[in-house]
């Protein structure tokens, strides 16, 4: 039996860790119904966003390993929500957005985003405000 282990000071650090790993736990059981986890929802975003994009520029972009990209980018392929485009040689292949891709996206946003509003619900609207104000102030000073 495992017993919980309570720190008296925790570094911030530690707690943005925790907390993001239960919200993206809480959206990839609110994906599911889409056969899409929290990071395959992402990928597919950015994605689309980019109209196409490479590998390693997912990678940079969502800030994760090459490596982890290509699991997430085989996994979208293989269920036909992406393609890859050929290009020359030497030059790296480009990921787009497949129709099926972009019908699993409009039907997993609204409840991706239903998903992160009750995870958030128990916080007042102010702190949330105030929540998503500091991280955008964080990701700021930090890059």
Same mark, same amino acid.
């Given at each position: ?48 966003? &980019?109209?196409?994009?490479? @590998? #390693?520029? %997912? !990678?940079?972009?969502?800030?994760? $390993? ?45 409840? &991706?985003?239903?998903?992160? @509003? #009750?995870? %958030? !619900?128990?916080?007042?609207?102010? $702190? ?16």
């Amino acid at each position: 039996m495992t017993a919980a282990v309570e720190l008296r000071e925790v570094l911030a650090t530690v707690r943005i860790t925790q907390v993001s790993h239960h919200l993206e736990r809480h959206l990839d059981r609110a994906l599911m119904a889409h056969q899409l986890s929290f990071r395959r929802y992402v990928t597919l975003s950015v994605i689309a966003e &980019a109209g196409q994009v490479s @590998r #390693a520029d %997912l !990678a940079r972009i969502l800030q994760i $390993s090459p490596q982890a990209v290509g699991g997430v980018v085989r996994r979208l392929l293989s269920a036909g929500l992406v393609k890859r485009r050929g290009s020359e040689p030497g030059l790296p292949l480009e990921i787009s957005i497949t129709p099926a891709g972009e019908a699993a996206l409009a039907a997993s946003t609204p409840i &991706a985003h239903a998903a992160e @509003r #009750a995870a %958030l !619900a128990d916080l007042p609207a102010e $702190s949330r405000a105030v929540l998503r104000q500091a991280l955008e102030s964080m990701l700021h000073a930090l890059y």
